[in-house]
């Protein structure tokens, strides 16, 4: 079943900050964040796996929670370039082989 | 490393007609995976090798998709009597193993069936 993310879009001013979630009803393995620009191919972000740890690089980090099977992305002092459509993508506790199972994205728009 | 490649960017082809996709992973990537995605969608799963193995399919995708990788390197998808409802970005992906890999993604093919 497709993870579910929240909000479907969002629009910031340059500075501002955002935390898009992506929840699913399958026990996961892990989480994939990437970001997509109109026309492009999706852009690898970060992974988290299952324990419960917190990345970021940048102004960017993401944490999961795996007893919620829930994962959450901040962006911090959003720029323009990141404007685009994110996606996380959920790897089920029972089938690590590695398929992502992918929401139906969040719009971020960062204006001037 | 010159990242994934797929090949051709953009097919145009009349419904009835067969397509074949080519895609080029990132060398040492022993892990390929197809995914289909429509206007305002997430990428979909289609189905993914180990090296020249197909271990999975989606039960979503019809006969007429069959794919390959001989030889654990390159692979190809190939689309038998077009639809219209098969219009879509095609995207490949590769990546080092399971579920704890990052997965990266080509620039992907856009098929339009008229």
């Known amino acids: 079943q497709q993870p579910v993310q929240s909000p479907q879009a969002v629009i910031l001013r340059e500075g501002e900050d955002a935390v898009i979630n992506c929840s699913s009803s399958k026990a996961l393995y892990s989480v994939h964040w990437y970001r997509q620009k109109h026309g492009e191919a999706p852009v690898f972000l970060m992974i988290?796996?299952?324990?419960?740890e917190q990345k970021g690089h940048d102004k960017i980090s993401a944490s999961f929670n795996e007893k919620k099977q829930q994962s959450s992305l901040y962006l911090t002092a959003s720029q323009l370039s990141y404007s685009g459509t994110y996606f996380c993508?959920?790897?089920?506790?029972?089938?690590?082989?590695?398929?992502?199972?992918f929401g139906q994205g969040t719009e971020l728009s960062v204006k001037p | 490393d010159t990242g994934v490649s797929q090949d051709p960017r953009h097919k145009i082809t009349k419904r009835g007609q067969n397509v074949t996709f080519r895609c080029d992973p990132i060398?040492?990537?022993?892990?390929l995976y197809w995914y289909r995605q429509t206007l305002g969608q997430g990428p979909e799963f289609l189905t993914y090798f180990q090296n020249e193995a197909q271990l999975e399919k989606s039960r979503l995708l019809s006969d007429r998709f069959s794919a390959e990788r001989p030889k654990g390197s390159f692979s190809t998808l190939e689309i038998q009597r077009t639809e219209q409802g098969d219009s879509a970005m095609y995207l490949c992906?590769?990546?080092?193993?399971?579920?704890?890999?990052?997965?990266?993604f080509g620039p992907g093919t856009r098929l339009t069936v008229t």
């Open positions: 993508g959920t790897v089920s506790f029972y089938n690590q082989g590695g398929k992502l199972i």
């Open positions: 992906a590769s990546s080092l193993g399971q579920g704890e890999y990052e997965q990266y």
């Open positions: 988290l796996l299952k324990g419960g």
């Open positions: 060398s040492e990537h022993n892990r």
